[in-house]
């Protein structure tokens, strides 16, 4: 029997990179997913075409997290096509490199909307659909938090706050049988990666040459992770937030 089996997962940010990468791998492991995107519907049904193609059963839902009618409508049509939501992987996320003298009001609250109040109202919306029953959040925070790499303050206060808001509802949701754990990726190869320039840059070749592994990683370091978390393999772990960097901290 496949880890996932007869489990609803709702992946944001799944139109791409990372997000994708779980997507696929969720479905492989026989979970129903449903692909959340901001606007890349293209992007999106690809990847569900890349799931059914496959076997496994998928639905593309647009919606931004930072705004609830959005979070509302996504586990709404979750359940319309699937029923009520086992795992909620919140995923979706956008960053900008800057020192401190380009910081602006806008981006800060850019960044904190999609990485934190984005992250919370999907948290909430999972708590609901989780009732009676248990699951499992999983967020996706970053290495950064550990690394500190100067010209992020900002991205780095995000994740600052995804690792604390999974400890915190770690303790207040394991009461009602849900875990909270966070993956908090090193440098990954996605298409957010080379947009942003960080991929064949000096920071890309500094990344490598300290990694232990010896290699920056591909979404599938990150989707076979999220499995493990998703699945019973991982029912005695809440409030964790495992480091999946190839070894560079
Ligand atoms: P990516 O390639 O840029 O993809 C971002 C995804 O998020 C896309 O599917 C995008 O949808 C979606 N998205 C953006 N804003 C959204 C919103 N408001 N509502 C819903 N979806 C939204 O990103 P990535 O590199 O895979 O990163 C994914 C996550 O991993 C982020 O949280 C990021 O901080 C974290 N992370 C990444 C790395 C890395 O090196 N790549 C390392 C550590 C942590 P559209 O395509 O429709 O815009």
């Not at 193609?53 to 930072?66: C, N």
């Not at 979706?92 to 109202?121: C, D, K, P, S, W």
């Not at 909430?124 to 925070?141: D, L, T």
């Not at 000096?202 to 699945?231: C, E, K, W």
């Amino acid at each position: 029997m496949k880890k996932l089996a007869n489990k609803v997962a709702i992946v944001t940010g799944a139109s791409k990179g990372i997000g994708a990468g779980i997507a696929k791998s969720l479905a492989a492991e026989g979970a129903s997913v449903v692909v959340n995107y901001a606007s890349s519907s293209q992007d999106a049904d690809k990847v569900v075409a890349d799931i059914t193609s496959a076997g496994g059963k998928a639905i593309a839902v647009k919606g931004d997290v930072s705004k609830t009618t959005d979070i509302n409508n996504l586990f709404a049509e979750t359940e319309k096509a699937f029923g009520k939501a086992d795992v909620v992987i919140n995923n979706a996320g956008v960053y900008q490199m800057g020192t401190i003298e380009t910081v602006t009001e806008e981006e800060f609250h850019r960044q904190f909307n999609i990485n934190v109040l984005g992250l919370l109202f999907t948290s909430q919306a999972a708590v609901k659909h989780f009732e009676g029953k248990g699951g499992s959040i999983i967020n996706i925070g970053s290495a950064v938090t550990r690394i500190t790499p100067p010209g992020s303050a900002i991205y780095t206060a995000t994740k600052g706050s995804v690792d604390v808001i999974t400890e915190v509802l770690s303790k207040e949701l394991g009461p009602k049988n849900i875990r909270v754990n966070a993956i908090n990726p090193g440098m990954i190869e996605t298409e957010g990666t080379h947009t942003a320039g960080f991929i064949g840059s000096d920071f890309h070749s500094q990344m490598v040459a300290t990694t232990p592994l010896g290699r920056i990683g591909q979404p599938d370091d990150i989707a076979q992770v999220a499995v493990f978390l998703a699945s019973d393999d991982s029912k005695w772990l809440t409030g964790e937030k495992l480091l999946a960097s190839g070894g560079v901290r």
